[in-house]
């Protein structure tokens, strides 16, 4: 019998090693460099815990899927549930019972939504989306914006909005149309040629947590509909009540024609994709019997994942997790924003619910100004490693930068954040930027370290 925490207590520390030699070097490589090699070893709620023990408050929350925080019992009741039920999971020539709960349970929350397809992953449900709206109108292009991210498999990876990620992985799908954000003149032109079958897009976008104007998202709406495309609503990052509300799109009144989720759907144990979408689209897909398999996937609908499903949402209501979202994102916001005026190179905070930007930008002052553009030379965006980095090391908060060469840093945490996870993260925030506005420092002496290391690796960037 193997029992897997004592499989994991006997080899955690040979992790690294074992990565470098059988999987990804590179990411051993960028955990050692900036020193965020500590052993893990257990996470409860928004915590996790290294090898000697120190706790730490998790921003990241795994991208978003630890919503309920890590290894909630009601999450760990559900899956030992299905295990002990010995339930007939992927009969494949039946229907599964707990997919038929998720899926009226989803839908009683979007309701002017009829079906549900569900996947084992985000980009998986971006991947059905496209094949639902080139089948349902009969078009083949797609239009998504500037700073997009849709996944990372072939559809998905067509309408993401970064070089980095699709650079040598070309060609890629023909006619997708790119537009910038917030535009909505660039995304009635690029409508206007009415070959496009869909528009996505994040209502608040991922990366660099960027926020949709006002009146954006329902005019694009207005203005999909007119032309006979499909709008689709990727929430699968805001989506679940990371925003303070069910979906983003509903601080806006907005009613897509296709809604994505995953992520926090999972409770963060079990891969799951969903695509929440309007009868007349579903059925254009699935329209004779002999359809009825035309497109899926092996795992989907999987007890585990359906379950996984069921009590996250349930734990949503329980714990009015979507209202601590909006609570503690209104604290925050108001805590970081009063910083402003003290930092110069603290330029904006942004965001809704617990999603949130902190973006800095180049100073005024002379003494500030050399040691920035230095690091900017070396690699665009290392400025916030000064800030996460110390963040992390000192104070015990792991955050990520919202995105390459981003000047943002960006709080996903896990939505059972409490108020005094919310000190915690504002004390460290101002220490650390605090650090970052003395020079010479402790900081600088760590950006010099690191800028040395960008050009080592990437000798070009110093000309740019
Ligand atoms: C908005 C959005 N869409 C799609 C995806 C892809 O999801 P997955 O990583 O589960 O494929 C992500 C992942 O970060 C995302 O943030």
């Known amino acids: 019998m193997i029992d897997a925490a004592s499989l994991f207590a006997a080899h955690e520390s040979e992790r690294y090693d074992l990565h470098r030699r059988h999987l990804n070097e590179q990411m051993v490589r960028m955990l050692r460099t900036i020193g965020y090699d500590v052993r893990f070893c ?19 929350s795994g991208f978003g899927v630890f919503a309920l ?14 295990l002990g039920g010995e339930l007939p999971n992927l009969v494949q020539f039946d229907v599964s019972t707990l997919a038929g709960i ?18 084992n992953s985000g980009t998986e449900a971006v991947e059905a989306a496209i094949k639902f ?15 997009a991210f849709h996944g990372l498999t072939y559809g998905a990876l067509s309408l993401n909005a970064d070089d980095v990620f699709r650079r040598g992985f070309e060609p890629l799908l023909p006619d997708c149309i790119r537009v910038p954000f917030n535009d909505l003149d660039a995304l009635e032109r690029a409508l206007r040629s009415r070959d496009v079958a869909a528009f996505i897009v994040e209502p608040i976008q991922g990366k660099g947590v960027n926020l949709p104007a006002d009146d954006y998202l329902q005019n694009a709406a207005a203005l999909c509909r007119r032309a006979g495309t499909l709008f689709v609503a990727d929430e699968i990052q805001t989506g679940l009540g990371r925003t303070g509300r069910f979906l983003a799109v509903e601080h806006w009144n907005v009613e897509p024609d296709m809604v994505l989720l995953a992520k926090a759907l999972s409770g963060g144990h079990v891969p799951v ?16 019997m002999d359809r009825a398999v035309v497109h899926g996937s092996t795992f989907a609908k999987n007890d585990l994942a359906m379950a996984a499903g069921i009590a996250t949402l349930d734990v949503l209501d329980a714990e009015r997790l979507i209202e601590n979202a909006a609570d503690r994102g209104e604290q925050l916001l108001r805590a970081l924003k009063q910083m402003m005026p003290r930092y110069e190179m603290l330029k904006e905070v942004r965001g809704k619910g617990l999603m949130i930007a902190v973006e800095f930008g180049p100073p005024q002052s002379l003494r500030l100004k050399a040691a920035w553009s230095l690091l ?11 800030i996460t980095i110390p963040l992390f090391k000192e104070h015990k908060i792991l955050t990520q930068v919202a995105g390459h060469g981003s000047h943002a840093i960006k709080l996903l945490p896990p939505l059972v954040l409490s108020e005094a996870d919310c000190e915690w993260i504002v004390s460290a925030f101002e220490s650390a930027i605090a650090a970052s506005h003395r020079v010479p420092g402790a900081v600088w002496s760590l950006g010099k370290t690191l800028a040395e290391h960008a050009l080592r690796t990437n000798p070009k960037s110093s000309a740019a």
Not at 69 to 82: C, D, K, Q, T, Y
Not at 376 to 386: D, I, P, R, S
Request: one cysteine or more.
């Open 69 to 82: 925080g890590r290894n909630h019992p009601a999450l760990r009741h559900a899956l030992i549930s299905v």
């Open 273 to 288: 994709g969903a695509v929440l979408l309007r009868k007349p689209i579903f059925d254009k897909l699935f329209n004779r």
């Open 42 to 60: 257990r996470g409860e709620g928004a915590y996790l815990y290294d090898a000697s023990g120190t706790r730490y408050l998790d921003l990241l």
């Open 376 to 386: 900017e030379a070396a690699t665009k965006g290392l400025f916030c490693q000064l």
């Open 102 to 119: 998720l899926a009226e349970r989803l839908l009683a929350r979007v309701p002017y939504l009829d079906k549900v397809f569900f996947a």
């Open 133 to 147: 709206a080139r089948c349902a109108t009969g078009r083949g292009g797609l239009v998504y914006c500037e700073h």
